[in-house]
């Protein structure tokens, strides 16, 4: 019997077809009168987060950070919820909002360590207590030409990595999501490095901007957004953004990361969102806001330029 193993080029990689098929056929049925489901963008007024709280014992919702606005209307919750990438569950973004439900996420650790000078491992309930949670509206903007406006509640990695104190010598930072062959049927896949990981350098991780989030809507993270515990880096394309996260590494060289590893000439380790550099595949000047189906011009870094351009000089 041959045993076929498949090289890393023959896996199916991140494709923007599918998704773009899916608005464009959303629209055009919502066109003409037949769309079915209530799927719509909430205007950015329309989104109000009832009761403000930040108490440990009532983390969410929390306070709305206001520096951080919109120029675009914010994505209907039951689109960004069950539209996902998480490829430890399926391939197919409508799947992982079904299967990633039999992830167990309480308890969950968190392990922090590398060249720190106090590595610790924290309990998700205990992350979100020691550290104050506030909301941010961010955009997002997928490789695959996708992007979607939410309220993500976190709080900035630099505050985690202040408080595990990263050495002199530390450059990167490298992130691993958990890998339960019982959870995921996308294990399975033998074509993938898995666990997911993913690396920032240290200047990209403590930068602002750069969210540990654990909740979305006002409520906690939903499985198949990354719970309990994801980042959040809105001026690279999502498949930075690493999901359920397990350990954080500070490193002194530069970790792989699992696209890069996959398909080195199509996914960078920086993977800054910029409209002049097209995929090899297709075009990045512009992109699907899911839900509405509307296309508008890519930002270069996701519109983020006054937060991030001063890193890559
Ligand atoms: N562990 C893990 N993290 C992941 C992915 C994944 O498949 N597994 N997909 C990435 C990609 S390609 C995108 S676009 C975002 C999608 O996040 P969302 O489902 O919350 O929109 O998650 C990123 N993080
Ligand atoms: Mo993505």
Known sequence: MLIRIRKAWETRGL?????????NRRNFLKAAGLGGLA?????LSGFHAPVVGNSPSKPYPAQRNAKYKLDRQLT???????????????????????????MVTSPWNVKIGGLVERPVTLDVDDLIHRFPL????????????????VPWTGFPLKKLLEYVKPSSD????????????????????????WPYHEGLTIEEATNDLTLLVTGLYGKPLPKQNGAPVRV??????????????????????RPK????TVIPHEYDFQANVN???????????QETLIGSGERVPTQLYNGYQDSVAGLYK
């Open 257 to 260: 990361t699992f696209w890069n």
């Open 76 to 102: 209907d919750e039951e689109v960004a919820t069950s539209y996902n990438n998480f490829y430890e569950f399926a391939f197919d973004k409508r799947r992982p909002k079904r299967l990633a439900q039999r």
């Open 134 to 149: 506030e909301e941010r509206l961010y955009r997002f903007r997928c490789v695959e030409a996708w992007a979607m406006a």
């Open 275 to 285: 409209p002049k550099v097209p995929h090899p595949r297709w075009s990045q000047a």
């Open 15 to 23: 494709e923007p077809t599918p998704e773009d098929d899916y608005w």
């Open 232 to 253: 959040i880096v809105p001026w690279k394309y999502g498949f930075k953004s690493i999901k359920s996260i397990v350990e954080i590494q500070v490193l002194k060289e």
């Open 39 to 43: 799927f719509g963008a909430t205007m």
């Open 170 to 193: 530390a450059k990167f930072v490298r992130f691993v999501t958990f890998l339960n062959r019982q959870w995921g049927p996308g294990f399975s896949d033998t074509g993938y490095p």
